[in-house]
């Protein structure tokens, strides 16, 4: 069984400044993925940023990148130059090639931007 | 862009009534899934499709859901008596086969949110 745990139930940060959300995942399996979906108020999930297991290299995606410790099973979301409409929910998640891509979340953690 | 659709987006029953929600995955989609999110807790799986037949299923997808693809391009979920606790938002998904190194991410439709009264 897969676990995902969020332990932020909430962060707020200022307008352009940095904030990092914390996730840590268990899994028996050696290859999976990870993700981050970011839902806002409108509550569709969108999919923010992924990462595969076995690149050690963490991904990054314009203002998102993502600090991939497999060792210790954490990926934390790293969001630089914050914006206003990066007000969400936060979940992470993790699927695993042998489940069908099945996602197991987290609690999430709502962000909150001050302008 | 190519997106997941999901119609309602609310829907209103009784308790007891049968509700089927309905959602078009992405065309070229080969998995199809539902989760559920009960207001103000975490997203839950409820059930995966693949080659028109459940692939793997929750412990919450007990005999009262099914999940049927009638046409090729829905893709349905019902629940055949609902309790109050079956209010939640639902959300459809869809994605490729995830035996492909890069494309095992699930496109989420909008949801659709069910209350039971």
């Known amino acids: 069984a897969q676990t995902v745990t969020q332990s932020q139930p909430e962060m707020s940060v200022q307008e352009a400044e940095t904030v990092t959300l914390s996730c840590t995942y268990d899994t028996s399996e050696s290859d999976y993925y990870l993700f981050w979906y970011k839902q806002p108020p409108s509550r569709q999930m969108i999919l923010v940023i992924r990462q595969e297991a076995y690149k050690q290299q963490n991904a990054t995606e314009n203002r998102f990148s993502v600090n991939f410790q497999k060792a210790a099973k954490s990926f934390s979301l790293k969001i630089s130059d914050s914006q206003l409409g990066d007000a969400a929910m936060y979940f992470c998640a993790v699927s695993q090639e042998t489940s069908g891509s099945r996602l197991t979340f987290g609690e999430g953690t709502q962000l909150t931007v001050n302008p | 862009e190519p997106e997941v659709t999901q119609t309602p987006s609310h829907q209103v029953t009784q308790m007891g009534q049968e509700v089927i929600l309905r959602c078009v995955p992405i065309?070229?989609?080969?998995?199809f899934y539902w989760y559920r999110q009960i207001l103000g807790q975490k997203v839950e799986f409820l059930v995966s499709f693949y080659n028109n037949e459940i692939s793997e299923k929750s412990e919450i997808f007990d005999d009262q859901f099914s999940v049927e693809r009638p046409d090729g391009s829905n893709f349905t979920l019902k629940i055949r008596s609902t309790k109050l606790e079956d209010s939640a938002m639902y959300f459809c998904?869809?994605?490729?086969?995830?035996?492909?190194?890069?494309?095992?991410?699930?496109?989420f439709g909008q949801g659709t949110r069910l209350t039971v009264v």
């Open positions: 065309s070229n989609h080969l998995y």
């Open positions: 998904a869809s994605s490729v086969a995830p035996h492909t190194p890069t494309n095992t991410e699930a496109f």
